[in-house]
């Protein structure tokens, strides 16, 4: 009997795999923790994502629904996570039928009778093993292959200035929202006439902020307070005109146009060390420089990334930088601290191989730590496997996408100030003294 291959998540990345091994007559069992399909992408569903529908679906998926009547969305509008999951992942799910299993938690993974240690001639010829946890309790599903596309929603990163939890961040939880809460909506009441302290410097960041003002100018008394833990400079707030994602650039312009009007108190940089009560508000403590402060506010929204959740993967041989937490062929790609430039030539399997045969991670999970993942990113790594696990090794090496660029690149760490914002041609321009340009000249890459 043939084995399926094993995909650990049924987002849109997941599922995008499963329709590629499908057209490649490949056997393969999606697993979604959650109660329904999507079950990250609908926490965020009142998020419009700032690529167009062109971008954020697969060739493969299409095809398979377009064979059942689908009619694809307008390619050059702008969906909402919960737009994504009803007009695209929900049919494709239905599509897919019976080899999406809901409900079923991957508990570990490991290769039959071996753990993680032991050596055999045959270990790349068994299969793989994974335990689960199901509404009708464990079990265990044996695969030729597995490909982890359960992405990062789960383990966002902490608000302390040291990568862990500050003192006083679990405590008071309960005022702590992570990502993009809805402020407009399921979360106005929390937001709406009071203080909210925004952590983060990235696309998440600059859409809470935006959803905060936009509540302000609905509730009198709203307040926002922006926090950076680097000095913003010439690229913090993106690429503008000259990225090529429009909407994008102008999430960033938009976010910097505030901040300059005042509408936004930004404090930057800022690290933040303690979290504590003080007459019903959250004293925030952290450090500008040698100088030690406090801010206060109601609520704490922070949008600082998210890292891999690695926990389940234990007996599993991986090979992460230990930086990035990706593969040590994609991480020089990707490290923010070496590539600036947020855009990442397409890669595929052989980029995403793991010394465990038959085990790859993709989609967002597949990025580590570090940022600026594209749904066409994971669209491109998920046709590279399918095509290496049915044996079309040329279709595996060969390049498929082509990537927007992002119109920001820091190219000298060590360079002088230079202008905000980037011309598409890279030339310099007078900085911006209220945003502390500090950045070194970039440009387009």
């Known amino acids: 009997m043939t084995l399926p291959v094993a995909i650990i998540g049924a987002g849109p990345i997941g599922l995008a795999a499963a329709a590629h091994l499908r057209a490649r007559g490949q056997e393969a ?3 979604e923790a959650g109660p329904r399909i999507a079950a990250a992408m609908r926490e965020w569903g009142h998020v419009r ?25 307008d390619p050059e509008t702008f969906p909402t996570g919960a737009e994504m999951v009803a007009q695209y992942l929900e049919p494709l799910a239905e599509a897919l039928g019976p080899v999406v299993r809901t409900g079923a938690r991957v508990l570990g993974v490991a290769r039959r009778d071996h753990g993680r240690l032991r050596d055999a001639a045959d270990r790349a010829a068994l299969p793989l093993m994974l335990h689960l946890a199901t509404a009708r309790g464990e079990a265990v599903l044996a695969a030729r292959a597995v490909l982890d596309c359960s992405g990062t929603w789960s383990r966002p990163n902490p608000a302390g200035a040291h990568g862990m939890p500050a003192p006083g961040e679990a405590a008071h939880a309960a005022r702590i929202a992570t990502g993009i809460p809805d402020v407009l909506g399921a979360a106005r009441a929390a937001h709406a006439g009071r203080t909210t302290l925004v952590l ?38 993106g690429g503008g005109a000259a990225d090529g994602l429009a909407a994008r650039g102008a999430l960033g312009a938009e976010a910097r146009a505030l901040v300059e009007a005042g509408a936004v108190s930004l404090i930057a940089p800022f690290l933040l060390d303690g979290i504590s009560e003080e007459a019903g508000a959250l004293a925030i403590q952290g450090r ?39 593969t040590p062929a994609l991480a020089p790609l990707i490290d923010p601290n070496l590539h600036s430039c947020g855009t990442v030539r397409p ?4 980029e995403l191989r793991h010394p465990e045969p038959g085990f790859w991670i993709a989609g967002m999970k597949s990025y580590g730590r570090a940022p600026t993942f594209l749904l066409a ?34 190219t000298d760490t060590a360079a002088a100030a230079c202008c905000t914002p980037v011309t598409p041609q890279g030339a310099c321009c007078a900085p911006k003294p209220a945003l502390a340009a500090t950045a070194p000249c970039c440009g387009t890459p």
Not at 221 to 237: E, H, K, N, V
Not at 305 to 312: A, E, I, N
């Open 29 to 31: 069992v999606v697993l």
């Open 49 to 73: 994502l700032f690529s167009p529908w062109r971008y954020n679906t697969d060739a493969a998926a299409r095809g398979l629904l377009e064979a059942g009547g689908w009619t694809a969305p």
């Open 200 to 237: 983060g410097g990235g696309h998440s960041a600059m859409n809470a902020v935006l959803d905060l003002v936009a509540l302000a100018r609905q509730a009198p008394g709203t307040r926002i307070l922006w926090a950076m833990r680097r000095a913003p400079d010439a690229i913090s707030f």
């Open 288 to 326: 500008q420089g040698e100088e030690t402060v406090t801010l206060r506010a109601d609520r704490l929204v922070t949008a600082t990334g998210f890292r891999p959740d690695l926990s389940f993967l234990g007996e599993v041989r991986l090979a992460l930088d230990p930086a990035v937490e990706a």
């Open 347 to 350: 890669h595929g399997e052989a």
């Open 377 to 410: 990113t994971g669209h491109e790594q998920v046709r590279s496997i399918a095509a290496h696990l049915a044996g079309d090794l040329a279709a595996a090496r060969r390049v498929e996408l082509v990537l927007p660029e992002t119109g920001v690149c820091r």
